[in-house]
């Protein structure tokens, strides 16, 4: 069976929708991209999930009466495991890498705590918590890159893992490969590195920023990716781990739950499709040097990103900022805590990164 729509007629409406619409408060109004409104908070990919991914979940859907089949979690397993020449024991599965993070956290929490940077993603850190997992912070360096000095200085007795964002988000800001090789191997021998390569597709130099080598070497290191960035499968709930085997076997051993049918079918369609990736890749650099060009046009600097997102210091009330984008159907993101002016703008579709450059020119001078 196929499914036939016509993709620009979706994107039209919504676009029209966009620029005509006032906001309908839902239930829903936090998640998911409500209608006639243009979402640049959450670092998603608008361009996926890749037709070939839509029709493999669409007929997946038919074997949805039936937990994850073997033979299809084994099939992709096995495609991640030979792209990054590991073995099937170096793998997790989870839905969504946030699963596979806040397992990790969970299970080395127990032994120990946690260091991280002082600004990061932190979805996995509530549930943590809750979870009587401890941790502590290490600020950034005045530019707001992730200062390996300081957590390396900081790492004792008491700390078991140490995570690290690679690219960061907030920041968009990536550490050199090198550098961080060479620290992962220095603290190594003392706490677990845990890498979240949620945007590795998206740098500049993918196998040079990666940890997979470090893995391949049997290091202490677990490096975290996902399926809901470059392969544009947010809503798909699929990410997956690497990892020395007992370090995998940990993780799994804290999971709270197992990836659904649709989204494994739709990952194992899209993982190798390299004409996707280059597609989407290139979409999301073009999105990203709009967005660059109208805030330099505006007297702003944003921070040098290699994602899908970046983040600007705006001068002035990012949470007021982002209330009057709002009004105007263009949803990004407030101010995060300790960083009140400074905003962050996901890519959306190009065509909605047009109107994004007109309003927020608009709002800006107004
Ligand atoms: C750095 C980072 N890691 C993980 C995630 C969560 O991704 P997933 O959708 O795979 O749970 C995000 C989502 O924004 C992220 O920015």
């Given at each position: ?103 990790a956290f969970?299970a080395w929490g127990k032994k120990g705590q946690i260091l991280i940077p002082g ?9 943590s918590?809750?979870?009587?997992i401890k941790m502590k912070s290490v ?7 992730i200062d390996l000095e300081r957590m390396e200085a900081a790492v004792d007795d008491n700390v078991s893992l140490i995570y690290i ?18 620290f992962c191997?220095s603290v190594g021998g003392k706490a677990t590195v845990l ?25 202490n290191v677990i ?144």
């Open positions: 069976m196929s499914i036939q729509f016509n993709r620009r007629d979706v994107v039209r409406g919504m676009v029209n929708g966009a620029v005509g619409l006032a906001l309908t408060p839902t239930v829903f109004s936090q998640i998911g991209a409500p209608a006639g409104k243009i979402a640049l908070r959450y670092n998603e990919n608008p361009y996926g999930p890749s037709t070939k991914a839509i029709q493999a979940a669409y007929e997946a859907v038919n074997e949805s009466a039936y937990y994850a089949p073997i033979p299809l979690q084994n099939s992709l397993l096995t495609m991640i495991a030979n792209k990054n020449k590991l073995s099937r024991e170096n793998l997790v599965l989870s839905s969504g890498s946030v699963e596979a993070l806040g397992a969970v600004l990061t993603f932190s979805d996995h850190f509530n549930y918590r809750k979870m009587g600020p950034l360096k005045k530019d707001l890159s964002c690679n690219p960061n988000n907030p920041t968009g800001l990536t550490l050199d490969g090198d550098e961080l090789r060479d191997r890498v979240d390569e949620a945007y590795n597709e998206l740098t500049d130099n993918p196998t040079y920023t990666a940890m997979t080598d470090l893995v391949r070497d049997g290091e490096v975290i990716r996902t399926f809901s960035k470059i392969f544009g499968m947010a809503g798909m709930r699929i990410g997956y781990g690497m990892a020395r085997p007992d370090h995998a076997k940990t993780i799994i051993g804290h999971l709270v739950n197992y990836p659904n049918v649709p989204g494994l079918a739709a990952a194992k369609a899209i993982y190798d499709d390299q004409k996707f990736i280059t597609f989407s890749r290139n979409k999301v650099l073009k999105g990203r040097n709009m967005v660059i060009d109208t805030l330099r046009t505006n007297g702003l600097e944003p921070l040098t990103s290699q994602t899908n997102f970046v983040y600007v210091d705006l001068g002035r009330d990012a949470s007021e900022f982002q209330r009057l984008m709002a009004e105007r159907n263009i949803l990004i993101r407030g101010a995060y805590d300790g960083y009140p002016t400074y905003s962050r703008i996901s890519m959306g579709r190009i065509e909605e990164l047009e109107i994004f450059q007109r309003v927020f020119t608009e709002v800006f001078n107004s």
